[in-house]
C-alpha cells in the first residue's frame, strides 16, 4: 500500500463562480486522488485531499491556478491524518 497523506486546503481569490469545484474535482479524479472540495461563505473554497504524497502535492500546486477563469490569491495548506476517503466529491 502506497504511503497515505491529507491536506486541508483553503484557497482565496476569485475562485466561486468560476467552476472552480467542478475543476478540481475533475482534476483530482485524473490524478487519483481522493476526498471533497466546497464553498465557503466567506469566499473562500476549501477542500481535502487525500492519497499517494506525490498527487496529493500535484494537487496542491494546481490549486495555486485552479480553473481558468479563477484568480487565485493565496492557498493555505494543513497536513493531517488520512481519514479514508473514497473518491471525491463536490460537497454543499
Not at 472540495?37 to 506525490?54: M, Q, S, T, W, Y
Not at 480553473?67 to 492557498?75: C, F, L, M, W
Request: proline share 3%.
Amino acid at each position: 500500500m502506497t504511503e497515505r497523506t491529507r491536506a486541508h486546503v483553503f484557497v482565496s481569490g476569485t475562485v466561486q463562480g468560476v467552476y472552480y469545484r467542478a475543476n478540481t474535482r475533475d482534476t483530482a479524479r485524473e490524478k487519483g486522488v481522493d476526498g471533497w472540495v466546497k464553498n465557503l461563505e466567506d469566499g473562500r473554497v476549501e477542500a481535502a485531499f487525500e492519497g499517494p504524497e506525490d498527487a496529493v502535492e500535484s494537487m496542491i500546486e494546481w490549486c495555486h491556478t485552479g480553473s481558468p477563469a479563477a484568480e487565485v490569491d493565496d492557498v493555505e495548506v494543513e497536513y493531517e491524518e488520512p481519514q479514508g476517503e473514497d473518491g471525491f466529491e463536490i460537497r454543499y
